[in-house]
């Protein structure tokens, strides 16, 4: 840990939250003395405190630790190459336009790569809606748990459950991306 680039960062995101020092030094339970200390690179913030800390500021722990915020290339606004994030404990779903640091259950997730299915799902046009259906088994350990469809700036997603049949309907307003989830085989992509 750079104690000088901690501290800047420490001073950058309080003056941007617009704290004081001693409302910082409150919500996380030290001195003000020991915040001014931080932000002079005087010293560290000890351990135990960074996940108060970074709780209070907004920021993770890594860029804490780092004493940077790491910022994303602009993406330009295309929806076609949206992240999709999958918690494995919860089955949390997480989407972003560009990749970012999440974590759910204690875990940090990392982007799915989608891949090319060996059986693709049925898609037939009716009236103004896609028809998406697979003869998946849908059982309680092995479903698919969202279907999307992807455009240039749309993103419409479907959430599917174990149990029920594979089967919903998506607004046909252009040819897009299909994307689906399932549970044990992970993310899937195909044109339509």
Known sequence: MDQTKTGGLIRALRTQKGLTQKALAEAVG???KAVSKWERGLGCPDVSLLPELSQVLGVGLEALLSG?????????????????????????????????DL?????????????KPEEPLSVEKIDDSWF????????????????ALLTGDTLFLRRLYPEWDLQTRIPAFGHGILLWYCTQHGLFRQII
Do not use: W
């Not at 974590?103 to 891949?115: A, F, I, V």
């Not at 259906?133 to 748990?145: I, L």
């Open 30 to 32: 030290v001195g003000d």
């Open 68 to 100: 940077a915020l790491d910022a994303n290339d602009q993406e330009r606004g295309n929806m076609k190459k949206l992240k999709c994030y999958v918690c494995p404990d919860c089955g949390n779903l997480i989407t972003a336009a560009a990749e970012a």
């Open 103 to 115: 974590s759910c259950c204690g875990r940090t997730l990392l982007p799915l790569e989608p891949q």
């Open 132 to 147: 998406v259906s697979s003869p998946h088994p849908m059982t309680k350990d092995h479903y698919v748990s969202f279907v």
